[in-house]
């Protein structure tokens, strides 16, 4: 179904939005993309992966949190931003079924919303390059932006500088998740990391990489989820759901 305006024109309203019958909500690093484009950066321009290795486990274990760690990876990059970019543009690849899924949302009026720790101004430019430009405007980005100094320098500047994540996702979705059931569309998110537990609960399915930190966080949270490895799993699944065919319970894979 498709409304008569350009439906590539722009990001839906949030009174819109509340208004489908369904929100895809996606992470982009290692989630959307096939590679972590902020762990892409350390590896390459940073203190290397073996450090970056270091950080996460730190964070794993709970010894620093998320915007430490991340702040540690970011801080070890001394390329100028503008040659950041150029390099992700050059390395970064898109899951194979995330246009595909993305044409299938917009056709059906469901909206794509990308939630994530990274910066916009990347995320932004590798969507027009692997997705399409014009294709990439309705889909909403929700993430932490950058500051370029005078001398060229540049920082993370945080969505929420309070919260250990720096983006605490499950406040991008509250707007949605605290309206009541009947009330409110499905709610569907995907992801791979740590910095998606807390936008996990607020979801009322989540699609979790498979083989990634987000299950193991999942099954000690008991966070009920479903396993994918590329978005064309993530696409029958909400096809099938929105459609009626199945329900929520039929795809959760930890039921205790």
Same mark, same amino acid.
């Given at each position: 179904?498709?409304?008569?305006i350009?439906?590539y024109?722009?990001p839906?309203?949030?009174s819109e ?8 909500f996606?992470d982009?690093?290692g989630t959307i993309?096939?590679q972590d484009?902020?762990d892409?950066m350390?590896?390459?321009?940073g203190?290397?992966k ?8 730190k ?5 620093i949190?998320f915007r430490?760690g991340?702040r540690?990876?970011l801080d070890s990059i ?5 040659e950041c ?14 246009i ?8 059906n009026?469901?909206p794509?919303?990308?939630?994530s720790?990274g910066?916009k101004?990347?995320?932004?430019a590798?969507l027009k390059?692997?997705?399409?430009? @014009?294709?990439?405007q309705?889909?909403?980005i929700?993430? =932490?932006d950058?500051?370029?100094n005078?001398?060229?320098?540049? %920082? *993370?500047?945080y969505?929420?500088?309070?919260s250990?994540f720096g983006?605490?996702k499950s406040?991008s ?8 059931k009947?009330e409110r569309p499905?709610?569907?998110y995907c992801?791979?990391g740590v910095?998606?537990?807390?936008a ?7 699609f979790?990489k498979?083989g @990634?930190?987000l299950?193991k966080f999942c099954?000690?949270? =008991?966070?009920?989820?479903?396993q994918?490895d590329s978005?064309? %799993? *993530? ?6 759901i ?7 319970k039929?795809?959760?894979e930890?039921k205790?």
């Amino acid at each position: 179904m498709t409304t008569g305006i350009d439906i590539y024109d722009r990001p839906m309203t949030l009174s819109e939005k509340v208004k489908a019958k369904a929100i895809l909500f996606s992470d982009f690093d290692g989630t959307i993309t096939l590679q972590d484009s902020n762990d892409h950066m350390t590896h390459e321009l940073g203190f290397g992966k073996a450090k970056r290795l270091e950080v996460n486990n730190k964070i794993l274990a709970g010894d620093i949190n998320f915007r430490e760690g991340f702040r540690e990876m970011l801080d070890s990059i001394h390329a100028p931003f503008d040659e950041c970019v150029q390099f992700l543009l050059d390395t970064i690849e898109l899951d194979s079924g995330f246009i595909e899924t993305h044409r299938w949302c917009t056709e059906n009026n469901i909206p794509v919303v990308v939630v994530s720790s990274g910066m916009k101004p990347i995320i932004l430019a590798l969507l027009k390059k692997l997705v399409g430009e @014009k294709e990439c405007q309705n889909i909403e980005i929700i993430a =932490n932006d950058v500051k370029i100094n005078d001398d060229g320098t540049w %920082d *993370i500047v945080y969505r929420h500088e309070d919260s250990g994540f720096g983006h605490d996702k499950s406040r991008s979705l509250k707007p949605y998740s605290s309206l009541p059931k009947g009330e409110r569309p499905i709610l569907f998110y995907c992801g791979d990391g740590v910095s998606d537990l807390s936008a996990a609960r607020e979801t009322d399915l989540l699609f979790a990489k498979r083989g @990634k930190d987000l299950i193991k966080f999942c099954e000690r949270e =008991n966070i009920k989820y479903t396993q994918f490895d590329s978005f064309k %799993d *993530i696409l029958n699944g909400v096809k099938a759901i929105v459609s009626g065919e199945k329900n929520i319970k039929d795809f959760v894979e930890n039921k205790n």
